[in-house]
């Protein structure tokens, strides 16, 4: 079992960068994929990006390809989201997630979630 916690939400300017950070507890890190969803308002949870167990492999929403960077630090247990050129539809609480084995771009195919950082982008 793995706990997350996300850190990096904030408030920032159209064309802004952040970093959110996703530290993970338990001894078998590297045995997850890793993701990052988002939840706007009156929406529902949408996949962001997604990384394999190894990082070699990542995949993206189309909606943030060429804008949004994952990574993953299996030494330290922590995974990241880099996001640039933020746009007020990026605006949404962000969820760290973890997948036994592979993640897909569907919420199911997730096991465990952390508890969501907030990020708000102004126009």
């Known amino acids: 079992q793995v706990q997350l916690v996300e850190s990096g939400g904030g408030l920032v300017q159209a064309g802004g960068s952040l970093r959110l950070s996703c530290a993970a507890s338990g001894r078998t890190f590297s045995s997850y994929a890793m993701g990052w969803f988002r939840q706007a308002p009156g929406k529902e949870r949408e996949f962001v990006a997604g990384?394999?167990?190894?990082?070699?492999?990542?995949y993206y929403a189309d909606s943030v390809k060429g804008r949004f960077t994952i990574s993953r630090d299996n030494a330290n247990h922590a995974a990241y989201l880099q996001m640039n050129s933020l746009k007020p539809e990026d605006t949404a609480v962000y969820y760290c997630?973890?997948?036994?084995?592979?993640?897909?771009?569907?919420?199911?195919?997730?096991?465990?979630w952390g508890q969501g950082t907030q990020v708000t982008v102004s126009s």
């Open positions: 990384i394999s167990r190894g990082g070699v492999n990542t």
């Open positions: 997630a973890a997948a036994n084995w592979y993640g897909s771009r569907q919420r199911e195919s997730w096991n465990y």
